[in-house]
Nanobody, 119 residues
Framework: QVQLVESGGGLVQPGGSLRLSCAGP??????????MRWFRQALGKQREFIAA???????TYADSVKGRFTISRDNAKNTVNLQMNSLKPEDTAVYSC???????????WGQGTQVTVSS
């Protein structure tokens, strides 16, 4: 059973920053077979892809966060982080970490962490 644990959520004012972290087992971060991704789901809306990072260091972002959010993967610490800057009220959501095993298509999810952007 793969367990992913997110941390770092909270309440922040518009224009502020937060850094989310997702910790997982070494078996994921030492493998080249996993893409680490962040998603979010706002109340009443569908889950939305935010960012992804491959083991080779390639990254991709949703247009809605490009230039404001940065995904980084620390294989030595078995974590993937999401630095969120210039936050907007519309960024308010539950943010979840995901590990996608590219060979099998299996997905593993964290429990999610709430981010609220409000004055």
């Amino acid at each position: 059973q793969v367990q992913l644990v997110e941390s770092g959520g909270g309440l922040v004012q518009p224009g502020g920053s937060l850094r989310l972290s997702c910790a997982g087992p070494r078996s994921i971060f030492s493998s080249s077979s996993y893409v680490m991704r962040w998603f979010r789901q706002a109340l009443g809306k569908q889950r939305e892809f935010i960012a992804a990072s491959t083991s080779a260091g390639f990254t991709t972002y949703a247009d809605s966060v490009k230039g404001r959010f940065t995904i980084s993967r620390d294989n030595a610490k078995n974590t993937v982080n999401l630095q969120m800057n210039s936050l907007k009220p519309e960024d308010t959501a539950v943010y979840s970490c995901n590990a996608l095993q590219t060979g099998s298509g299996l997905n593993y999810w964290g429990q999610g962490t709430q981010v609220t952007v409000s004055s």
